[in-house]
Nanobody, 120 residues
Framework: QVHLVESGGGLVQPGGSLRLSCAAS????????MSWYRQAPGKEREFVAS???????NYADSVKGRFTVSRDNAKNTVYLQMNGLKVEDTAGYYC??????????????WGQGTQVTVSS
């Protein structure tokens, strides 16, 4: 069994910062790309940022220049540094990997999510 567990969410004022973490646990041989998605109430889940196993990154236009995704392969952990937060960034943030190699097979895994609320 492989799990992704997010942490670091919370309440922050507009303009503030938060750092989200997502740690993979279980028997892990390798992890392909890792991504962050978010879902606000009444809206569809949307892509935020991704990072490949080699460190190449992609961002949604709405977060470019404000969010930074990084990973520590030794710790099987991906991070999302969020600066200049806006009210519209309020959402549940979910970690995802399309391919985690474990025990002779690979799995697509989603985390349970962590809530980020931006409000004055």
């Amino acid at each position: 069994q492989v799990h992704l567990v997010e942490s670091g969410g919370g309440l922050v004022q507009p303009g503030g910062s938060l750092r989200l973490s997502c740690a993979a646990s279980g028997i892990i041989v390798a992890i392909d790309s890792m991504s962050w998605y978010r879902q606000a109430p009444g809206k569809e889940r949307e892509f935020v940022a991704s990072i490949s196993s080699r460190g190449s990154t992609n961002y949604a236009d709405s977060v470019k220049g404000r969010f930074t995704v990084s990973r520590d392969n030794a710790k099987n952990t991906v991070y999302l540094q969020m600066n200049g937060l806006k009210v519209e960034d309020t959402a549940g943030y979910y970690c995802h990997s399309p391919r985690i190699v474990t025990g002779g097979r690979w799995l697509e895994v989603w985390g349970q999510g962590t809530q980020v609320t931006v409000s004055s």
